[in-house]
């Protein structure tokens, strides 16, 4: 076998695990988006109460549902959370 003949193999060995490697990824990142949706519906029958205790308010539920179903929610919620807390800590560091 000369150098050229096997330079020409050498895509198609490689890129058969980075296809299954995508499916893969995709599959548990499909996964890891359904999980994260049951875990935001549960947050849904909270009461606001509860909400508050964790930095949020039914209308944030109401933000990130409007996410398409490929994005994470409660990315969206975490991200609304440390946002207020941040601009809480800003209001309470001009008062001390």
Aim: proline residues 4%.
């Amino acid at each position: 076998m000369a150098a050229i003949e096997f330079a020409t193999e050498t895509p198609r060995i490689t890129t058969r695990p980075a296809v299954a490697t995508r499916v893969v990824n995709a599959l548990a990142n499909a996964y890891r988006a359904w999980k994260n949706r049951r875990a935001f519906y549960r947050l849904g029958e909270m009461s606001d109460a509860e909400l508050a205790d964790i930095g949020l308010t039914r209308a944030d539920l109401h933000v990130a549902i409007g996410l398409p179903f490929g994005r994470d929610p409660t990315a969206k919620l975490r991200a609304i959370a440390d946002e207020r807390a941040d601009t809480i800590e800003d209001i309470a560091r001009k008062v001390a």
